[in-house]
């Protein structure tokens, strides 16, 4: 059974700042991607960056950062030079085998400004 | 433009009586599925569907029904909603690393 841990349940970040915001996995499968996802107060769920199980490099979108350790079975969001609006719930999910994604409980995060 | 449309985005009803969520994506995806979204618990994933006529259960299936009778749409049954699945629900269309997600209903049962 896949499983994923996000052990933050809520972080502060001073505006301008980085944060990074913990996942770790656990999967038996060898080929498995691993997705964040930012949930604002508005409810929806928006697509922020993937990282496959055999990429060499890090993924990066933008400010957002993938820091994938394989050996330690994390995959951790890095975001670079917070803005007020990146306050929201972020969720740390895997995909492996039927497509199917399970996420992790999710991180709040509050940018103060 | 890529969309997942669900709706409605907010119903409120009461127990028993039937319901259906209507999911939709217009990007050709042969993978859908279903999740409910509670605080401290993240998304859990309700059904899924492959390609058309072929769904299977995912985490917590009790009490809902999928079909899939075209590769667009995706709807959610409740038979008989009880409050327990007084929830936010998402529908999510995906296709390799590509992964959307409708904005949500929010269902409230009485």
């Known amino acids: 059974a896949q499983k994923i841990t996000q052990t933050q349940p809520g972080m502060f970040v001073q505006e301008k700042e980085a944060v990074t915001l913990d996942c770790t996995y656990d999967?038996?499968?060898?080929?498995?991607?691993l997705f964040w996802y930012k949930q604002p107060s508005s409810g929806e769920m928006i697509f922020l960056i993937y990282?496959?199980?055999?990429?060499?490099q890090n993924a990066t979108e933008g400010r957002y950062s993938l820091n994938f350790q394989k050996a330690r079975k994390s995959a951790n969001l890095v975001i670079s030079a917070s803005q007020l609006g990146d306050s929201a719930m972020y969720f740390c999910?895997?995909?492996?085998?039927?497509?199917?994604?399970?996420f992790g409980t999710g991180t709040r995060l509050t940018v103060i400004p | 433009e890529a969309q997942v449309t669900q709706n409605p985005r907010y119903l409120i009803t009461v127990t028993g009586k039937k319901l259906t969520v209507t999911c939709s994506q217009n990007?050709?995806?042969?993978?859908m599925s279903w999740y409910r979204q509670d605080p401290g618990l993240g998304l859990r994933q309700i059904y899924y569907?492959?390609?058309?006529?072929?769904?299977d259960k995912g985490d917590v299936p009790e009490g809902y029904k999928v079909s899939r009778k075209e590769k667009r749409n995706f709807p959610l049954i409740l038979e008989s909603p009880s409050p327990n699945q007084t929830s936010l629900y998402f529908c999510?269309?995906?296709?390799?690393?590509?992964?959307?997600f409708g904005q949500g209903t929010r269902l409230t049962v009485v």
């Open positions: 999910a895997i995909q492996t085998g039927a497509n199917n994604l399970f």
């Open positions: 990007m050709n995806h042969e993978y």
């Open positions: 999967t038996s499968d060898p080929s498995y991607g």
């Open positions: 999510a269309s995906r296709e390799n690393t590509e992964a959307f």
């Open positions: 569907s492959m390609n058309v006529e072929v769904t």
């Open positions: 990282q496959g199980s055999y990429d060499q």
